[in-house]
């Protein structure tokens, strides 16, 4: 024992460890790809010469003084202490590359079918169903998906099928007891509360099932540094995994040029009257999220005649804790607002905490034009976020921002490509240049709609000279046009 305390404390092994916690720290530092190459050197050097004043330091030399003695024992402390910051440092730096991954490309979206009844019904279990009659409604959801989860529950009991085209009469024969069961996709649960508000309450689920696919990949593998492209920004507020398949509440193109520095934020309200890509009907855009961000990227697309060469889904309710890790973000009002949390928004420059930024963005009975205004607060707070993110508070506030990000953000934006950018800004430095438009269009309650035909909701009836100026922005920034 007395011998392994005296390999521990010696100067041999202590210096070894300092040179094992500078090649590690080495190591992670290059694995991040956030570095540049002078970065990595200049590191590299710095860690050589600590190494070498240490080596300095705590070997022993000829004994003619006290000072000669107690020096080795100051260097062995501080090259302890050096050792534990470095691993600190290491650790520091693995756990952000390991977050930051999970941030990276992630291209599955998860369906979730329930078998639902009445809940003064006598069912309580999926065998209470056997034999009985269950509503199908495959027309609005996938088909692939959808048959997975009649396929699982046809291994499970034997039933009679009904077959309907909309949710409505699916719904609406339930309740009149015209079927035991339906079979639901719990992401049109929002659409059907629409017209029944107390669905919750007057229905139960006795069986669920989770279907998860893949996206198509439509990372072309761009060059963000050198190449523009644009992000759909597709903002959801719900429970649960954020690949869970919802409607998409916030929609916006950010349109990146990195050669000129420029990003217009193009915001589409979520009433939008668009056609639906997989079903080539006409309805509400929020609702083109239904059947997952690939659908309404393509339906997107097709409005504005533009690619879409990432996407990114991101849960609204998490912006608060986003927000609060960087440390508060500062937006300007164009008038006097009263928060719903109860704080006061003055006009002029605020700096918000995260509760507030998320009032703020879901503010719109305040103006006169409602939803159009709620985007414009919404391109303002997200502005504010990007602006605090390429500032020095980031690196501050690093491991809290990805924490706070890590389950509430979904992208096919790869890390390498996130570490691309961050190193052209560490590199060049210079600022980037925001845009803002907000297509508009004349609100009109009607009749009509894909998912709800019999049912009067509130859509936005597009101008079609705005989808035109939209389009001419996005093609403008894209290609380096002023």
């Known amino acids: 024992m007395r011998k392994l305390g005296k390999m521990i404390t010696s100067w041999q092994f202590i210096l070894s460890l300092q040179a094992l916690v500078s090649i590690l720290l080495m190591i992670l530092a290059m694995k991040t ?34 000072r000669t003695q107690i020096r080795p024992l100051i260097g062995k402390i501080v090259s302890l202490i050096l050792s534990i910051m470095l691993a600190f440092a290491s650790f520091f730096i693995y756990k ?3 977050t930051l991954r999970k941030l990276g490309y992630n291209n599955t979206q998860t369906y979730t079918f329930s078998l639902i009844v009445k809940k003064d019904s006598q069912y309580n279990k999926v065998n209470d169903l056997n034999n009985k009659k269950i509503g199908l ?13 009649i396929d699982k529950l046809k291994s499970l009991i034997t039933y009679d099928d009904e077959l309907y085209t909309n949710d409505e009469s699916l719904v609406n024969d339930l309740y009149d007891h015209k079927i035991d069961g339906m079979l639901f996709n719990e992401a049109h649960r929002p659409i059907i509360k629409e017209s029944k508000p107390n669905f919750d309450k007057e229905t139960k689920v006795i069986w669920q099932i989770k279907v998860t696919t ?19 920004i597709s903002g959801i507020d719900t429970a649960g995994n954020i690949d869970n398949v919802s409607r998409s509440d916030v929609n916006m193109i950010v349109t990146v040029n990195p050669v000129t520095k420029n990003i217009l934020l193009t915001s589409i309200p979520r ?10 009907a006409q309805d509400k855009l929020t609702h083109s999220g239904l ?32 927000v609060d890790a960087l440390g508060g973000i500062d937006v300007k ?25 998320l009032a703020y963005a879901r503010c719109r009975h305040a103006y006169q034009d409602g939803d159009s205004h709620r985007v414009r607060n919404q391109q303002d707070v997200l502005m ?84 035109q100026e939209a389009s001419h922005k996005i093609n403008q920034i894209m290609e380096g046009m002023e």
């Open 137 to 149: 409604n495959p027309n609005v959801d996938e088909s692939e998906n959808f048959n997975k989860a």
């Open 384 to 467: 504010a976020i990007i602006t605090k993110m390429i500032s020095p508070a980031l690196l501050t506030n690093y491991t809290n921002v990805l924490k706070a990000v890590e389950e509430s953000y979904q992208s096919n934006f790869k890390s390498e490509q996130i570490a691309d950018l961050v190193k052209m800004q560490m590199e060049n430095g210079k600022a980037w240049r925001f845009t803002s438009y907000v297509m508009t269009g004349t609100g009109k309650v009607m009749k009509g709609g894909y998912y709800m035909p019999q049912t009067s909701l509130y859509y936005l009836i597009p101008d079609n000279a705005s989808v």
């Open 214 to 232: 893949e996206i198509e990949d439509t990372n072309k593998d761009i060059n963000v540094t050198q190449d523009s492209f644009n992000m759909y």
């Open 33 to 66: 790809g956030f570095l540049l190459v002078k970065f990595e050197i200049l590191l590299a050097i710095i860690l050589v010469i600590l190494l070498f004043l240490m080596y300095l330091f705590v070997r022993p030399g000829k004994i003619v003084h006290y």
């Open 291 to 322: 059947t997952g961000v690939d659908n309404t990227m393509k339906t997107v697309e097709n409005l504005l005649n533009v690619k879409m060469h990432f996407y990114a889904r991101v849960n609204f309710s998490s912006l608060v804790k986003v």
């Open 271 to 280: 009433d939008y009257y668009v056609t639906l890509a997989d079903a080539n």
């Open 96 to 98: 952000g590359d390991a």
């Open 333 to 357: 009002s164009d008038r006097d607002l009263k928060a719903w949390t109860g704080k006061d928004i003055k006009e002029g420059w605020n700096h918000m905490d995260g509760e507030t930024a």
